[in-house]
């Protein structure tokens, strides 16, 4: 079995070995977020900064001590946000909070039926967040030609959608993440849609070099037992695409050779 030092994420200067990226709402409380996290096996933890307090209501419970730092890269992210400028500042309170952290992930939405992406503004922010001197990991459409056009302009990581978040629907257009992955040259990673194991063993066959979810633990009926079967799904899926897939055929081919056959 190949072992997941041997086969490392990068993104940015960065390095991790598990491929599943998790989110922290929507649990019951803090002691099951803590828990279905440590099980994922996750190193990279996002954060809706505008939903989540990482410090910036000092009463509040601060979710940072039970998901510390010191243990997990936290990925800021800017979920809720509905114009560039939103997101900007977002990402700098952030960096305030973080001690001048500089990985975010970047959302913006167009409106609150689908929470697809509004592109444009996406664009704007992720411009001024890449000059700003951030490492940009960018939410977007599963449309090739954006894709690129975020790689090139300089962000470390692009997410397209499975589909619409929370919708847990699965992978709707294998084809436009297949045409993605095959141009980029920077990591891929499905960001929203997944709904169960299968969902995510999909995407990494595809390969796509990670995953990020959040409902489809945190919703589930034991968040703590789907992340243990995300983790296992994530892992077996990057197996299954490193080592290649038998070609899909029109018709049967026998498992034993026929040479050597006795027949009547």
Same mark, same amino acid.
């Given at each position: 079995?190949?072992?997941?030092?041997?086969?490392?994420?990068?993104?940015? $200067? @960065?390095?991790?070995?598990? @491929?599943?990226?998790?989110?922290?709402? #929507?649990? #019951?409380?803090?002691?099951e977020t803590a828990r279905a996290i440590e099980t994922s096996g996750a190193e990279i933890v996002t954060v809706a900064v505008r939903r989540v307090n990482i410090g910036q209501n000092p009463d509040e419970p601060n979710l940072l001590d039970v998901v510390p730092p010191d243990r997990y890269t936290i990925l800021p992210n800017t979920a809720g946000c509905h114009t560039a400028e939103e997101a900007v500042r $977002?990402? @700098?309170?952030? @960096? *305030?909070?973080?001690?001048?952290?500089?990985?975010? #992930?970047? *959302?913006?939405?167009? *409106?609150? #039926?689908?929470l697809y992406p509004d592109v444009t503004e996406t664009l704007a922010a992720a411009k001024t967040l890449i000059d700003d001197g951030f490492d940009v990991m960018v939410y977007t459409s599963d449309d090739p030609i954006l894709a690129k056009r975020f790689e090139d302009m300089g962000c470390v990581a692009v997410m397209p959608l499975a589909a619409p978040i929370g919708s847990g629907l699965g992978i709707r257009n294998p084809y436009n993440l297949r045409l993605i992955i095959e141009q980029a040259r920077v990591p891929i990673l499905v960001d929203a849609g997944v709904g169960t194991a299968s969902d995510a063993a999909v995407a990494m066959e595809l390969g796509c070099d990670g995953v990020l979810m959040n409902t489809a633990i945190a919703g589930a009926n034991d968040p703590v037992l789907m992340a243990s079967a995300m983790r296992k799904a994530i892992e077996a899926g990057r197996e299954a695409y490193r080592a290649g897939r038998i070609p899909r055929k029109a018709y049967a081919a026998a498992s034993s050779p026929l040479d050597g056959l006795i027949f009547d």
């Open positions: 079995m190949t072992a997941l030092n041997d086969d490392p994420l990068y993104i940015g $200067t @960065r390095t991790f070995h598990s @491929r599943l990226l998790v989110g922290t709402g #929507k649990y #019951k409380d803090l002691d $977002t990402c @700098r309170l952030a @960096r *305030e909070l973080l001690d001048g952290h500089n990985l975010v #992930k970047l *959302e913006v939405l167009a *409106e609150h #039926k689908t």
